[in-house]
């Protein structure tokens, strides 16, 4: 049976927990500086291009139902995206899928080469 106030319910939820994990990785995410500046800068790239959120969605309400305060979990939920992350930069390069563009932008390889990537 379709619900559409539990639809809604959920993807409002979604959408809120998404805002959070992305304000998390923004502050979390180190800045691009020094030597490692074209490294961490396609880390950003990569990472704070936006995307559905689900794994720290699922992580987080799993907490949730054991009565685990947001604030608590939200730097590993942080970490599961960065991990999902990298699964897609790494599937993207040249010597796997060589994809060109990931949630609307060029690939990191493309946006900055594979050995960045």
Known sequence: MNQPGTQ???AAELERIGRSIDAALE???PQPLGLQARVTEAMRYAVL???KRLRPFLLMQSAGL???APERVLRGAA???CVHTYSLVHD???CMDDDDLRRG???VHVE???MTA
């Open 8 to 10: 809604h319910a959920l």
């Open 27 to 29: 502050r979390l995410l």
């Open 49 to 51: 291009a936006g995307g």
């Open 66 to 68: 054991f009565g685990v």
């Open 79 to 81: 970490a599961i995206e």
């Open 92 to 94: 993207d390069l040249p």
């Open 105 to 107: 932008r060029k690939t």
């Open 112 to 114: 900055y080469d594979a």
